[in-house]
């Protein structure tokens, strides 16, 4: 069965991959699909098997892979608590999302493509939460890279898709550098890259020192500090984030995958996975939490003034993922599982939910040029309602069990760090539940802005020094890439998406009301022993869950007041005061840029390597290559070659005595060597 799960979704990407164009658009979307529902079935049978079950941890060996020395690597499946929910995750995620493409992508004429690349992603991801050895993970983690690649240019005729599948590929790759590094100390300090033996080793490794960078360092703090820097990079937190915004440039549904389900959750998942060497690594713990709550923060101000629709829901994924790494970070591993699991029912139904406007909108993205949809596309209005409620936090939904517990979390812990994780985590929940019904209210209330020649803006036009803030997805393509047609220059008239579309929604809704409620009491209540059977590590000191249960009663409310106050500004802003966003922004003009251009980390980076690496570039590739090794070497060789035979050539007149001539000074050149030198 677990072979199955895993193998499905690569049988669906060779099918479509290789025999696309010989089946055709639909069987091409009808197997990947088909094929991932069976995985994702077969997912929920495996979850209530081995997490509610009574199923033990199993490891089984598929072949065998690297053999060097003492390294030994096999192709193997780990299957505990921790996998089966990552594989309920992704694999209902991606089948859903296969399902929600075949409305969404409909007139594109390069559909097989499409879903083979989405079938690879998801074939990736399993790879990787099955992994039961770090190379094999890393395999797995490669690959999600890949298919990222793939997918975010899948519309390879924009140089800005381009521009935005290199630079999630590149960003990913500083993270990914350190994930190596880590693997390979690990290897050098324990001699295995297998899991169970690297756990095993990992109280001896506790206060061990090594040697490097010319310093003694705590081994499991660096070894740790390395994987996290990998975990960064992959879940896009502070100073390697910079990427996921821009992802956005792919087709919404690999939005929703990428940001929901599979890619940024696997950072996530590789720490909860390595919990047996975080608990020996403190320090490293409190770094985890430091950067997990300035990122929660840091997102969720760049959320409030953007103003397209994908965009604020990305950064809000962004925010979520801090949120998940602060649990990690004060030994919560339970809790950011629990909220990676709630979070990808309501994550996916917000960005599908935003392809249905964007779809009604015949692919506008601008929130400023929408309004008044409620009543055009009620059902897609109620999908991201509750998708909003979920991730806000209101009571009974699915975010507000995972988020609240995580705040009580920070609360409770007393890790260094864990009290400034506290403070950003409790105000991004109120920054949080600000911008996500700020794009409520502007796409589904007010004035049909989309019916005025003259589109209202809530803010000044000329965002991003010349960078546009909208209009960066969907409706930017080109028609001959997938055969949209513009809305401009004809009426618009909002229309509710297709069935294939909305029943991705229902489904999805379902898990944003309900999966908090359903599983708090395994996932972190009274039956979490049973539930997780040694799938996390907590270590002898770590009494989190306990110390949870005694913060005071205004800390287990502060979530749900900081909802309250968010929704509360943003209706006196966007319903009832709609001019004063705008004057808001004229008065503040420093911070609203400073928000806008996302602190200017993009043109920092920019400045400090993307211009000096092409200066390197120019100057290798130039006087280096160009002047240097070319110059004298091939080139060099090839011209001098050409000037001495020049010369020669000049020596052949045809005249017999200048012939006559030159062989009289050789005679006359033998005779003198001969008389003075040559004989003795």
């Known amino acids: 069965m677990y072979t199955a799960i895993v193998f499905l979704p690569l049988i669906g990407f060779l099918i479509a991959g290789i025999f696309g ?21 077969l997912s929920w049978v495996a979850f209530f098997q081995v997490g509610l079950g009574s199923a033990p941890l199993s490891v089984s060996v598929l072949g065998k892979w690297i053999a060097a020395g003492t390294l030994h690597v096999d192709w193997a499946l780990r299957i505990d608590t921790l996998t089966v929910v990552m594989l309920v995750v992704v694999n209902t995620v991606s089948a859903l999302v296969h399902l929600y493409s075949i409305g969404y992508m409909h007139e594109d004429e390069h559909r097989p493509r499409f879903f083979a690349y989405l079938s690879l992603f998801t074939f990736a991801m399993l790879m990787l939460v099955t992994a039961d050895n770090l190379v094999q993970m890393f395999f797995g983690w490669e690959g999600v890279g890949l ?39 690990l290897f050098a300090l324990t001699g295995s890259v297998t899991l169970d033996q690297i756990f095993a080793a990992a109280p001896g490794l506790a206060n061990k020192s090594i040697h490097i960078f010319g310093l003694d360092a705590d081994a499991m703090t660096v070894v740790c500090l390395l994987l996290f820097m990998g975990a960064c990079g992959k879940s896009a937190q502070f100073l390697l984030h910079t990427w996921l915004p ?13 940001h929901a389900a599979t890619m940024v959750t696997a950072g996530v998942f590789m720490v909860a996975r390595l919990s047996p060497l975080f608990e020996y690594a403190p320090v490293a713990l409190s770094v985890v939490t430091v950067v997990g709550a300035t990122t929660a923060f840091f997102a969720a101000t760049v959320g409030l003034v953007q103003n397209d629709i994908k965009r604020v829901i990305a950064y809000s994924t962004c925010s979520q ?85 995580i705040i009580e979390a920070a609360f409770a812990s007393q890790r260094p760090g864990a009290l400034y994780a506290f403070l950003l985590t409790a105000i991004a929940a109120g920054l949080t539940s600000f911008y996500s019904w700020r794009l409520v209210f502007m796409t589904f209330f007010g ?37 949209h047609d513009d809305h401009h220059g004809h009426k618009l008239e909002p229309h509710e998406s297709p069935a294939v579309m909305m029943i991705p929604l229902y489904v999805l809704a379902a898990g944003a009301l309900f999966a908090g409620l359903l599983f708090k009491d395994v996932f972190m209540g009274e039956g979490m022993a049973d539930f997780w059977k040694k799938a996390l590590f907590f270590g002898p000191d770590n009494h989190l869950m306990h110390d949870m249960h005694e913060v005071p009663e205004f800390v287990a409310f502060l979530a749900t007041y900081m909802m309250l106050g968010g929704f509360v500004i943003a209706a006196l802003m966007y319903v009832f005061y709609t001019d004063a966003p705008r004057r808001l922004a004229e008065r503040n003009p420093i911070l609203y840029r400073f928000l806008l251009n996302k602190w200017y980390f993009d043109e920092l980076y920019d400045l400090i390597f993307v211009r000096p690496a092409f200066w390197l570039g120019r100057l290798f590739w130039k006087q280096g290559d160009g002047r240097i090794i070319d110059g004298i070497g091939p080139d060099g060789v090839s011209a001098r070659v050409i000037d001495v035979a020049g010369r020669v050539v000049k020596l052949q007149t045809g005249y017999v005595y200048h012939y006559a001539f030159a062989m009289l000074i050789g005679v006359a050149a033998i005779i003198t060597w001969y008389l003075l030198g040559g004989v003795h």
């Open 321 to 405: 993922l801090g949120y998940m790494f602060v649990a990690l970070g004060v030994g919560g591993y339970n809790l950011a599982i629990f909220h990676l699991f709630t979070h990808a029912f309501f994550k996916a139904l917000l960005f599908l939910g935003a392809g249905s406007v964007i779809h009604a909108m015949h692919h506008e993205q601008d929130m400023r040029r929408m309004g008044g949809l409620a009543k055009h596309i009620p059902g897609t209005f109620w999908m991201m309602t509750i998708g909003t409620f979920a991730l806000t936090g209101l009571p009974l939904t699915a975010g507000f069990f995972s988020k609240d517990a």
């Open 147 to 185: 298919a990222s690649y793939l997918l975010i240019g899948f519309w390879y005729e924009r140089p800005s898709a381009n521009a935005a599948a290199i630079k999630a590929f590149v960003v990913n790759r500083v993270g990914d550098f350190g994930f190596a590094l880590g693997i390979f100390l």
């Open 21 to 41: 164009r010989q089946l055709g658009a639909r069987p091409s979307e009808l197997i990947t699909t088909i094929l991932l529902f069976i995985a994702a079935a």
């Open 447 to 483: 004035k049909e802005r989309w019916a005025e020649e003259d589109h209202g803006h809530d803010a000044p036009s000329h965002d991003n020094h010349g960078h546009d803030n909208h209009g960066h997805d969907d409706h930017a393509a080109p028609v001959a890439a997938h055969g």
């Open 246 to 258: 821009d992802a956005m440039e792919g087709p919404t549904p690999v939005s929703a995958l990428i």
